[in-house]
Each structure stands twice: as structure tokens, then as C-alpha cells.
């Protein structure tokens, strides 16, 4: 299909990529913010194509694509494999790599991994999770010049502290840290913040307080945007978290192609014709021994050149 008959052509030209400023102006004109969880190139780069603003290289990366229980495992190496694969694929989205389990326990040494995040993988920003308690090192990051979203209500990081996964800020006394924390990460210097499992109103009341994009994840709709794990999004599992809600079902598209497959390929029925190349059935008879000059007579035995013969 020609350029000028393709309903939606797609950039052959340099493609910018968004910043934090680009976000802010986002949040400023009353836009919703889209984000999504990526952790692989093919991936990236369909999401970048559908335009999505942010794309996170979230430590979900455990859960989602390494088989581990949980976030805990995931070390700063396997996220910036990841990060790197999701950099080359989303060429216009702002990509935030996630600060892994014990990678920013210090300032100095959020630094440094949060460096490696930008000069190595070539992410555009961090996402650190807690929000008292980690305001120092956000603060220490962003006076370094990286840029930080912060993450505060359930943080999955805190899983063998917290117990289980469930709603965080319902009572009074929660609720309050919550907000407080909230504002501790805006003025630490964060460019936006994640909500995550905090009771609607109060994602609402907390959204209307900041000054900066609250993404929410089961926190409602009054969060400024919203993110979805990439997996639950696809529809890979037969069952996902109540906040999530799957856009397509990839799991029974993958199924029902692999039985297909394996079908096909018990059958004798895959490759077809459509799927072989064939040469010249000529030269095959030469190579073979089977042409004319190769006949008795001619010190080719009648069957042939045998394949184990030196030649």
C-alpha cells in the first residue's frame, strides 16, 4: 500500500521523544495520562505506535515475565536488560525504569543505580517506591538531575512487610499518611506519583491537593491518568486483579494458535507449499546423480552417488 492510500502512515522521519515538560503540559491542559507496563521490544514499540505517553519498565517484570512470585528477586541487571530492550522499541513515549527491591536503600547509591537507569539503558526517568521516608533520596536524585515518580498507598517492594496485597489508607490514621506522603514526594522534587490500591476518594482528595499528575492503579478514576500491568491489559491469565480490566485475551489467542501449530505440524499439514521453496528439480538431479551424464555407463553407479562417498 502506497503512502498516500495507508489511512495512518507511519513516521519515517526523526521522532521526538516526550520529556517531563511534555507531561506536565499534559497534566496542565486536563488530559488523562496513559500508562502502561512494558518489558521487551516487539512490545515498546506497539505501544509507542498506539501512543501511549508513558511507558513503564516496571519491577512487575518479575511476576509478568520472569516467573518469580513476586517483585522482591528482580535485581537492577535484569531491569536494565529489560529497560534497554523497551528503550529501542518506544522511540516517542517517556520510559520510566522501576528502582528495584533494595537499589535505592541510600541517596548515594540511588545515585548510582538510577544513573546506570539513564547513561546505560537510556531511560528518561525512575520510579521510586515510599513516600516519607524515601522524600531524601528523591530529593537527592532530582538535584542530580533525574527525573523521579514517586509511589506511594500499596508498594509491592513492602510485601513481606505488609503482609498481603489490599487496599492501603482506610482508616483515619492511614489515610492522613497517605496524604502525607503524598505531599512529601511532590515537594521532594517528584514530576508525578503513583496511587496504587488507596480507596477512591481519598486518590480523589490527594489528586486535588498536588500539583503534580497522580497515575492511579485501583485507586478510581479522579487520578490525573491511570497504568495498567501489561499482562493484564493483554488478557494473559485466566484471572486478573479487580482494578484491572483486560483489553483483549491474549491467552486464549496464544492457546488456540499453539494447539493449531502443534496440530499442523502432527499432521504433515504445515509446511505447506505456501511456507516451502523448491529449486530447480534439474539441478537437483545433478547433485543427486540423477541427470543424463550420470547414468550407467558413464561410472556412476545405477542408483546414484552414494552421500557418504568422498568426492
Known amino acids: 500500500m502506497s503512502a498516500s492510500t495507508n489511512p495512518d502512515p507511519k513516521p519515517t522521519g526523526p521522532v521526538r521523544r516526550l520529556n517531563v515538560s511534555d507531561i506536565a503540559r499534559l497534566y496542565a491542559d486536563g488530559t488523562r495520562i496513559a500508562m502502561v507496563t512494558a518489558y521487551d521490544f516487539p512490545t515498546a514499540r506497539l505501544l509507542d505506535e498506539a501512543g501511549l505517553p508513558l511507558v513503564l519498565v516496571g519491577d512487575s517484570l518479575g511476576r509478568a515475565a520472569l516467573g518469580y512470585e513476586n517483585e522482591i528477586p528482580v535485581s537492577m541487571d535484569d531491569m536494565l536488560h529489560h529497560a534497554k530492550a523497551v528503550v529501542r522499541g518506544a522511540r516517542a513515549a517517556l520510559v520510566i525504569g522501576d528502582m528495584p527491591f533494595l537499589s535505592y536503600a541510600t541517596p548515594e547509591q540511588a545515585i548510582h543505580n538510577a544513573g546506570r537507569f539513564l547513561a ?152 505447506g507449499p505456501a511456507e516451502t521453496v523448491r529449486m530447480d528439480d534439474d539441478v537437483i538431479d545433478e547433485v543427486l546423480g540423477h541427470s543424463v551424464l550420470d547414468r550407467p555407463g558413464r561410472s556412476i553407479p545405477a542408483g546414484g552417488i552414494p552421500l557418504d562417498r568422498d568426492l
Request: net charge neutral; proline share 5%; glycine share 12%.
Open 120 to 271: 546505560e539503558a537510556g531511560v528518561q526517568a525512575v520510579k521510586v517506591e515510599g513516600g516519607r521516608r524515601s522524600s531524601r533520596t528523591i530529593e537527592a536524585l532530582t538535584k542530580a538531575g533525574i527525573p523521579v515518580m514517586g509511589h506511594i498507598g500499596l508498594t509491592p517492594q513492602s510485601i513481606n512487610q505488609i503482609g498481603k496485597l489490599r487496599v492501603q489508607g482506610k482508616t483515619r490514621e492511614a489515610a492522613r499518611e497517605l496524604l502525607s506522603d503524598a505531599l512529601a514526594v511532590q515537594e521532594a522534587g517528584a514530576f508525578s506519583i503513583v496511587l496504587e490500591l488507596v480507596p477512591e476518594q481519598l486518590a480523589t482528595a490527594i489528586t486535588e491537593r498536588l500539583r503534580i499528575p497522580t497515575i492511579g492503579i485501583g485507586a478510581g478514576a479522579g487520578c490525573s491518568g491511570q497504568v495498567q500491568v501489561l499482562t493484564d491489559l493483554l488478557g494473559y491469565e485466566d484471572w486478573h486483579p479487580r482494578h484491572a480490566r483486560p483489553y483483549a485475551n491474549l491467552r486464549e489467542v496464544i492457546l488456540g494458535a499453539a494447539r493449531a501449530y502443534r496440530a499442523d505440524v502432527e499432521a504433515g499439514s504445515f509446511p
